[in-house]
């Protein structure tokens, strides 16, 4: 359209850089919850050093979301071939994910109302599964993606998905799946050491620092599978990146180090995975060494660098189908339409600097540490 200032391709690069954003966003700042919610049993083994971790992340676990739903949002607007796909195909994931982040709500405001140790270490429990399967889903799914899923268009772009939720847990996807939960534990662990104190932050710090080598071992071994075992997608013949969404306009074939090709056509991807090598390796150095800010920031620079990785990997596919790979989803081919990515666009510059600018008055206000002291101190705390 010619009263719109910016070409479609760019305006479909824009968006697939927004989205990414949008899930690193969710995944440094959710993530931190969903990491204290993983070591909360482990890292509190008293019902006063519970307490305190619930009020770690209690007055601010909300405001997190909010980079999730933006996140679902952009797919269902920007591409909404993908949202149908990934919704539909993946239904059970998803309900899995959120009845587990329904529990964290429940726990908070359940755990304390009985002053019973059965009744309390049920939601102790129940705050450890909130975190740990929406962390090894969002990993497992994300596996699946370099794997391919079940699904074709027909002649009238009508989705068919052939697959059931155990079909999604093969090797490598529960592989990618502990790559998540590990590098979320690591980000937990460098909030709960920042803000506590005594052996409930020497608990994190260890705990940290075992997560956060273990995210190396196992993003490495992830990496070298999906680009020197795995089979890849290419596509072979495409639409014009102008041209209007149509994922069956293109041709598609599967082929061994497919992978790789965006690595050899592109070699400044690799500063990617390096990102979240180092990252950890900052992070794990400043958990030993008391650096609360500094092994935050590398845990935080790891996520950015594991999901850039995936991401960039991918490029430019969003969703390939196993079963039919001309059915494959991409990014020149399901997208809104231009009109639809301007407008969006509009809006997203004007309201995303609220949410960060909020977010950031938000941590402002709750920073410092949490205590038992500090507890007793607000008649408010869980």
């Given at each position: 359209?010619?009263?719109?200032?910016?070409?479609?391709?760019?305006?479909?690069?824009?968006?697939?850089?927004?989205?990414?954003?949008?899930?690193?966003?969710?995944?440094?700042?959710?993530?931190?919850?969903?990491?204290?919610?993983?070591?909360?049993?482990?890292?509190?083994?008293?019902?006063?050093?519970?307490?305190?971790?619930?009020?770690?992340?209690?007055?601010?676990?909300?405001?997190?979301?909010?980079?999730?739903?933006?996140?679902?949002?952009?797919?269902?607007?920007?591409?909404?071939?993908?949202?149908?796909?990934?919704?539909?195909?993946?239904?059970?994931?998803?309900?899995?994910?959120?009845?587990?982040?329904?529990?964290?709500?429940?726990?908070?405001?359940?755990?304390?109302?009985?002053?019973?140790?059965?009744?309390?270490?049920?939601w102790d429990w129940a705050?450890?599964?909130?975190?740990?399967?929406?962390?090894?889903?969002?990993?497992?799914?994300?596996?699946?993606?370099?794997?391919?899923?079940?699904?074709?268009?027909?002649?009238?772009?009508?989705?068919?998905?052939?697959?059931?939720?155990?079909?999604?847990?093969?090797?490598?996807?529960?592989?990618?799946?502990?790559?998540?939960?590990?590098?979320?534990?690591?980000?937990?662990?460098?909030?709960?050491?920042?803000?506590?104190?005594?052996?409930?932050?020497?608990?994190?710090?260890?705990?940290?620092?075992?997560?956060?080598?273990?995210?190396?071992?196992?993003?490495?071994?992830?990496?070298?599978?999906?680009?020197f075992v795995l089979?890849?997608?290419?596509?072979?013949?495409?639409?014009?990146?102008?041209?209007?969404?149509?994922?069956?306009?293109?041709?598609?074939?599967?082929?061994?180090?497919?992978?790789?090709?965006?690595?050899?056509?592109?070699?400044?991807?690799?500063?990617?995975?390096?990102?979240?090598?180092?990252?950890?390796?900052?992070?794990?150095?400043?958990?030993?060494?008391?650096?609360?800010?500094?092994?935050?920031?590398?845990?935080?620079?790891?996520?950015?660098?594991?999901?850039?990785?995936?991401?960039?990997?991918?490029?430019?596919?969003?969703?390939?189908?196993?079963?039919?790979?001309?059915?494959?989803?991409?990014?020149?081919?399901?997208?809104?339409?231009?009109?639809?990515?301007?407008?969006?666009?509009?809006?997203?510059?004007?309201?995303?600097?609220?949410?960060?600018?909020?977010?950031?008055?938000?941590?402002?206000?709750?920073?410092?540490?949490?205590?038992?002291?500090?507890?007793?101190?607000?008649?408010?705390?869980?």
């Amino acid at each position: 359209m010619s009263f719109i200032p910016l070409d479609y391709e760019v305006l479909r690069l824009i968006w697939w850089l927004l989205l990414g954003i949008l899930l690193i966003g969710f995944a440094i700042m959710g993530g931190r919850d969903l990491g204290v919610g993983m070591l909360y049993p482990f890292v509190g083994r008293t019902d006063e050093e519970r307490r305190v971790l619930l009020n770690l992340v209690g007055p601010t676990w909300e405001g997190n979301q909010v980079w999730l739903i933006l996140g679902g949002g952009a797919i269902f607007a920007a591409f909404p071939p993908l949202y149908a796909v990934s919704f539909s195909g993946f239904y059970i994931a998803m309900i899995a994910i959120l009845l587990a982040l329904i529990l964290r709500p429940v726990g908070f405001k359940y755990r304390g109302k009985i002053a019973d140790p059965r009744w309390r270490a049920t939601w102790d429990w129940a705050l450890f599964v909130g975190g740990f399967v929406p962390s090894l889903v969002f990993g497992v799914a994300v596996g699946n993606l370099f794997l391919g899923a079940p699904f074709r268009f027909d002649e009238t772009l009508r989705v068919t998905y052939e697959g059931n939720f155990f079909g999604l847990l093969t090797p490598f996807a529960l592989l990618a799946g502990l790559v998540s939960v590990t590098m979320l534990v690591t980000q937990g662990a460098t909030v709960i050491a920042g803000r506590t104190a005594g052996d409930m932050a020497d608990r994190a710090r260890r705990y940290g620092r075992w997560a956060a080598l273990a995210t190396i071992v196992l993003f490495a071994l992830g990496g070298l599978v999906a680009l020197f075992v795995l089979s890849g997608y290419k596509i072979t013949s495409a639409q014009t990146p102008l041209a209007p969404s149509n994922p069956l306009g293109k041709t598609v074939v599967i082929e061994p180090g497919a992978w790789r090709a965006n690595y050899e056509l592109m070699p400044w991807m690799i500063a990617a995975p390096v990102i979240a090598v180092l990252g950890s390796l900052v992070a794990w150095w400043g958990l030993g060494a008391r650096r609360g800010i500094i092994s935050l920031f590398g845990s935080s620079a790891a996520i950015f660098g594991i999901i850039a990785t995936a991401g960039l990997t991918l490029f430019p596919f969003f969703m390939p189908s196993s079963i039919d790979p001309v059915s494959s989803l991409t990014l020149w081919d399901a997208s809104s339409s231009q009109l639809t990515l301007f407008t969006m666009l509009i809006a997203t510059a004007v309201f995303l600097p609220i949410v960060i600018v909020y977010t950031a008055w938000v941590f402002r206000v709750m920073r410092g540490p949490v205590t038992t002291q500090s507890l007793g101190k607000n008649p408010n705390a869980y």
